[in-house]
């Protein structure tokens, strides 16, 4: 078929499930980290809702591949059986015998809940998952909430996951179901792919299936088009992606168009053609955008600022540079214009370049209050801050650390200095200055530093060395913490030890922040972890508290 015309190995858009092609955008591992967070905590309901092939199934195959082999787990995939078959479709799957012949509620019930104190005895977890769930009646339903009153005097013995489509979310706030909805204690609604995972979803399917590096086969502006036509289901973009392909080849072409898209989605989707606007409708949005442009250009300038210059005018030009106006005391005030009209641009404006220790201190002051001890950059805990040095090449691998950062210089006359980095936009740093922030083209900035930087953290109390699974110590239980709070979960992963499902949801974060997921939790790790929980400042946090000092 056309995949050889296109260099492939195989057809790379089918519609069956293969391990090969799994993609996890964002969304999908945190549902799946809700899934985990479901089976091992106490016990109870875990929900999972999405449209139709926005991926649940995916999620299902990974969640049973990152099982512990403790666990026992039922599967129900049809759903439209009654409670007593229920019962027993459970008892089948996890291999308990009863009489066909002689069977009750009660007798399947009692059958169940002797398999669940022998499993719990032994230590093993057992989870009941059903599928398409929104096809469950009310007294199914009743039946499986009844099944979580299986207990011990700490936990409950069977965990129950509950899969299905939005209805499914609907139909347990009906007023009968509140007892059962109450007891969810997990739930994530899986949203279609945004634009960007769409481009990566179509991109992964196509190296997996063999496509060159340098081919492309979908540009930017049919993926826009896809997407728009399959709203980011997976499943629609497989049927269309393949369709779009397979009328490349026909038609000889060596990468789909649009046109291709608008014929695909008609003969597989129903989808009509986008109607067209017509050209004279768009004249006056041209003549607004020209208008705008001359109005842009032609703007009169700021006035040039002299030792004359009233306050006004000082807040004008301060803003128009990005430099928040400083509070002064009284007398003061000629002095900060004449520095202010002499510094000129922020390209030459040198106010940035700061002696090492007072960088070090501003540095300082954006993570405490306290006062600053007298070396900034320590090895020991000083506290509850730590320093940590490096040295990159680039300035790409700088914008990693989402947080503020002090840049070791030496100016051109040979001395010592540092500047305190805020953020990197486009082609200028954001530095913090006596000024208050300005932009330094990055190229300027870069004659004077040589890659040395270093940032200050708060690690866990304890922390020495990284952790990985089978590690028991309480900084385990403040990680596994962590990562509840970020997920807005009750019960940690782990209290202890260090255990395979905590190291599955490190994986997960770690991909999710674009970090080696090696499953270890390490200083990359734990910096990105405090600061999507606010415990260290980011750049953005950062610049609102410098902006905030140098206004008040």
Not at 108 to 130: E, W, Y
Not at 320 to 339: C, I, M
Not at 389 to 403: F, G, K, P, S
């Amino acid at each position: 078929m056309y995949h050889q015309y296109f260099g492939l190995k195989e057809a790379p858009f089918s519609i069956a499930v293969n391990p090969r092609y799994l993609f996890m955008s964002a969304r999908h591992r945190d549902a799946l980290a809700h899934l985990l967070y479901g089976v091992a905590g106490s016990g109870g309901f875990i929900l999972l809702t999405g449209e139709v092939g926005t991926g649940k199934t995916t999620i299902n195959r990974c969640l049973l591949e990152q099982l512990p082999d403790s666990t026992d787990i039922a599967i129900i995939l049809n759903p439209a059986l009654n409670a007593l078959e229920l019962l027993a479709s459970a008892c089948d799957e996890l291999g308990i015998d009863y009489d066909p012949d002689n069977t009750s509620l009660k007798t399947l019930t009692d059958k169940l809940q002797r398999f669940l104190l022998d499993n719990h005895a032994r230590g093993r977890k057992t989870v009941l998952l059903i599928d398409e769930a929104q096809h469950l009646d009310f007294e199914v339903l009743e039946q499986i909430r009844l099944l979580t009153n299986l207990e011990t005097n700490s936990e409950k013995l069977l965990q129950i996951i509950l899969i299905g489509q939005p209805e499914l979310a609907a139909l347990l706030q009906r007023p009968e179901l509140r007892q059962l909805n109450q007891r969810i204690t997990a739930r994530y609604n899986l949203e279609p792919l945004n634009l960007a995972e769409t481009r990566a979803y179509i991109r992964h399917r196509l190296q997996v299936a063999g496509l060159a590096p340098d081919r492309e086969l979908f540009p930017d502006a049919v993926v826009r088009r896809i997407h728009r036509r399959t709203r980011g289901i997976p499943r629609l973009i497989n049927v269309l992606c393949d369709r779009v392909l397979l009328g490349a080849y026909g038609r000889n072409k060596a990468r789909a168009d649009r046109a291709m898209v608008e014929v695909a989605a008609r003969e597989v989707m129903g989808e009509r053609p986008a109607a067209k606007v017509w050209p004279w409708l768009l004249l006056p949005l041209c003549l607004l955008l020209i208008a705008g442009l001359l109005l842009w250009f032609y703007w009169p300038q700021q006035p040039v600022l002299s030792e004359h210059s009233s306050p006004a005018a000082v807040a004008a030009v301060s803003e128009r540079h990005n430099l928040p106006v400083v509070t002064l005391q009284q007398g003061e005030q000629e002095e900060a214009v004449s520095a202010l009209a002499a510094a000129g641009p922020p390209a030459l404006n040198r106010s940035w370049l700061l002696p090492p220790r007072q960088a070090g201190e501003y540095l300082w002051a954006l993570h405490s209050a306290i006062t600053v001890p007298a070396e900034v950059c320590s090895t020991q805990v000083q506290e509850g801050l730590l320093c940590y040095r490096e040295r990159v090449q680039t300035w790409d691998a700088l914008q990693a650390y989402d947080r503020p950062l002090v840049l070791e210089l030496v100016t051109e006359e040979r001395f010592s200095a540092a500047a305190l980095l805020i953020a990197v936009q486009g082609q200028e740093a954001v530095l913090a200055s006596s000024q208050g922030l300005v932009n330094v083209p990055l190229t300027h900035l870069a004659k004077l530093w040589q890659g040395e930087f270093y940032l200050l953290w708060r690690p866990p109390e304890g922390f020495a060395k990284p952790l990985s699974i089978g590690d028991k110590s309480p900084v385990v239980a403040q990680v596994a913490q962590m990562l509840a709070e970020l997920d807005g979960q009750e019960r940690p992963l782990a209290t202890t030890g260090f255990s395979a499902t905590l190291e599955t949801r490190v994986r997960l974060f770690q991909q999710a922040n674009h970090l080696e997921a090696d499953g270890v939790v390490g200083l990359q790790t734990l910096l990105k972890l405090n600061e999507q929980l606010g415990i260290d400042p980011t750049r953005a946090q950062a610049k609102t508290l410098l902006l905030g000092r140098a206004n008040d």
